[in-house]
C-alpha cells in the first residue's frame, strides 16, 4: 500500500513558477513509475507528465520545456517543477503510482493522492 500526499499549489499569476511535492509512504517508492495528471472543471483527468524508477521523465506537449519532473528517493517525494505558467494550466494537479510502462494511461497507476489546487491568473 502506497499513499501520496501533494502540496504545492496555489494560486500565482501567469508567467510565475511553481514546485509541487508529492509525498510517498511505504519503502517500495523507488520501484514505482509516479505520474502527474491534472483536471480542469468539467473536462477529463490529463497527463502531465512521469518519472519512471530508472529517472526517465515523460511530459505531454503542452508543458514540454515549462515543467520538470524530479523524484528523491531518499526522501520518498516527487517534484513537479513548473515555470511559465500559463492560465491555461489551472487545474487540481494529482501524483499517482504504479507499476507501468504505459505512464500516461491514469487506469495504469494503482495509487492516487487527494490533489493540490493550481490556479494561474492571467
Known amino acids: 500500500q502506497v499513499q501520496l500526499v501533494e502540496s504545492g499549489g496555489r494560486l500565482v499569476q501567469a508567467g510565475g513558477s511553481l514546485r509541487l511535492s508529492c509525498a510517498a509512504s511505504g519503502r517500495t517508492f523507488s520501484y514505482y513509475a509516479m505520474g502527474w495528471f491534472r483536471q480542469a472543471p468539467g473536462k477529463e483527468r490529463e497527463f502531465v507528465g512521469a518519472i519512471r524508477s530508472s529517472g526517465n521523465t515523460y511530459y505531454t506537449n503542452s508543458v514540454k520545456g515549462r515543467f520538470t519532473i524530479s523524484r528523491d528517493n531518499a526522501k520518498n517525494t516527487v517534484y513537479l517543477q513548473m515555470n511559465s505558467l500559463k492560465p491555461e494550466d489551472t487545474a487540481v494537479y494529482y501524483c499517482?503510482?504504479?507499476?507501468?510502462?504505459?505512464?500516461?494511461?491514469?487506469?495504469?497507476?494503482?495509487?492516487w493522492g487527494q490533489g493540490t489546487q493550481v490556479t494561474v491568473s492571467s
Open positions: 499517482a503510482a504504479g507499476s507501468t510502462y504505459i505512464y500516461y494511461r491514469p487506469e495504469e497507476y494503482d495509487y
